[in-house]
T-cell receptor, first 113, second 110 residues
Framework: EADIYQTPRYLVIGTGKKITLECSQT?????MYWYQQDPGMELHLIHY???????EKGDLSSESTVSRIRTEHFPLTLESARPSHTSQYLC????????????FGNGTRLTVT | EDQVTQSPEALRLQEGESSSLNCSYT??????LFWYRQDPGKGPEFLFT???AGEEKEKERLKATLTKKESFLHITAPKPEDSATYLC???????????FGTGTSLTVIP
């Protein structure tokens, strides 16, 4: 009963291609986040947004961009995919109130060959 | 320097064998501590939020507790379906970001 949706679930793509990972939420949350997760490692923040037309960079923001034109939609774009981008990408959202938990989508598993 | 540390990295339990997972944090000024469950190939599923020392939350066989420097996730009489990775995250008073531990991989053997 996920309220946050990510597509595609799996993606295999060649080096140098431009890709966009989609994320949509139906909870009306103002805050949205992109995280990267590798096995045995903590989640690393890539980008976040506090509302429409607001975007901020996280720790791993280089080589990717985001946009927030609508509250419910927060796509992540890699301009030129590289093998080092191979990872699990998780989108999350939370209420605007500080201390509110993150709610995650099921992720996109990206493989760059 | 790790701000959030989870232990053990992996835990194998017999069905019905109760145990605890630990999440410790090094910075003061906690706004919230969050526990998540993550199954393979899925995103983390929210379990609990704890805001202040002494607080406790329960859900089925899980009970989360919080002190000033750590949190415990107690699992009572676990079942095989409790097998998953359990993640801990903290949010400080000074910012909006969440800091995650590396998780504890729990396996419950029938």
């Amino acid at each position: 009963e996920a309220d946050i949706y990510q597509t595609p679930r799996y993606l295999v793509i060649g080096t140098g291609k431009k890709i966009t990972l989609e994320c949509s939420q139906t909870m009306g949350h103002d805050k949205m986040y992109w995280y990267q997760q590798d096995p045995g490692m903590e989640l690393h923040l890539i980008h976040y947004s506090y509302g429409v037309n607001s975007t901020e960079k996280g720790d791993l923001s280089s080589e990717s961009t985001v946009s927030r034109i609508r509250t419910e939609h927060f796509p992540l774009t890699l301009e030129s995919a590289r093998p080092s981008h191979t990872s699990q990408y998780l989108c999350a959202s939370s209420d605007i109130i500080l201390g509110s938990p993150l709610h995650f989508g099921n992720g996109t598993r990206l493989t760059v060959t | 320097e790790d701000q959030v540390t989870q232990s053990p990295e992996a835990l194998r339990l017999q069905e019905g064998e109760s145990s605890s997972l630990n999440c410790s944090y090094t910075v003061s000024g906690l706004r919230g501590l969050f526990w998540y469950r993550q199954d393979p190939g899925k995103g983390p599923e929210f379990l609990f939020t704890l805001y202040s020392a002494g607080e406790e939350k329960e859900k089925e066989r899980l009970k989360a507790t919080l002190t000033k420097k750590e949190s415990f996730l107690h699992i009572t009489a676990p079942k095989p379906e409790d097998s998953a990775t359990y993640l801990c995250a903290v949010q400080w008073n000074t910012g909006n970001q969440f800091y995650f531990g590396t998780g504890t991989s729990l396996t419950v053997i029938p």
